[in-house]
């Protein structure tokens, strides 16, 4: 089946450590997003990519970093230096920049 | 900064009636919108795409868009409990160097009353 995968679907954090959120696309798009919802917020933009090994910060980078080593995939990692991880972490691609964005199911993650 | 604006909810309609759910926008210049709903606890689907001025169907969904008013809204007709979920607003609108940026409201929760 085509889509996108996330994992894990839950993920706890320590104080001071790094955790990597993973996101992979079979759909062969070559653009790739991360946003972040807080409960009765809309989604922020953490970061994009709109082609390989090239990403942007979005309105909310602080905190994280991604990489683009693959068209398919899109790793987020959330650093020590981000104070309030817990949130809700989705992550979609679309065919191309300007066009509909699809998301995976989303991965959680909360402080220990 | 591009704003976009829904009215929180939530929205109530009984089953069978027609809920009707609106958004504004500040930047004259995004050229696409989009409707997404999204569950309690899922992620967000896409349910509609709009590029034009005036209205879209899809089944028992319309999109209307207004561009000289900065309006686009969304018609559920023959509501079902099953609508009963958040819908997000979101535009697309070029935020330079070849890169385009979607920009969501903060959503409308609509509850279909059976």
């Known amino acids: ?112 | 900064q591009k704003e976009v604006e829904q009215n929180s909810g939530p929205l109530s309609v009984p089953e069978g009636a027609i809920a009707s759910l609106n958004c504004t926008y500040s930047d004259r210049g995004s050229q696409s919108f989009f409707w997404y709903r999204q569950y309690s606890g899922k992620s967000p689907e896409l349910i509609m795409s709009i590029y034009s001025n005036g209205d879209k169907e899809d089944g028992r969904f319309t999109a209307q868009l207004n561009k000289a008013s900065q309006y686009v809204s969304l018609l559920i007709r023959d509501s079902q409990p099953s609508d009963s979920a958040t819908y997000l607003c979101a535009l697309l609108g070029y935020s330079g160097a070849g890169s385009y940026q979607l920009t969501f409201g903060k959503g409308t929760k609509l509850s279909v009353i059976p």
């Open chain 1, 1 to 112: 089946d085509g889509g996108i995968t996330q994992s894990p679907k839950y993920l706890f954090r320590k104080e001071g450590q790094n955790v990597t959120l993973s996101c992979e696309q079979n759909l062969n798009h070559d653009a790739m997003y991360w946003y972040r919802q807080d409960p009765g917020q809309g989604l922020r933009l953490i970061y994009y990519s709109q082609i390989v090994n090239d990403f942007q910060k979005g309105d909310i980078a602080e905190g994280y970093s991604v990489s683009r080593e693959k068209k398919e995939s899109f790793p987020l990692t959330v650093t020590s230096a981000q104070k309030n991880p817990t949130a809700f972490y989705l992550c979609a691609s679309s065919p191309s920049g300007n066009q509909p964005q699809h998301f995976g199911d989303g991965t959680r993650l909360s402080i220990l």
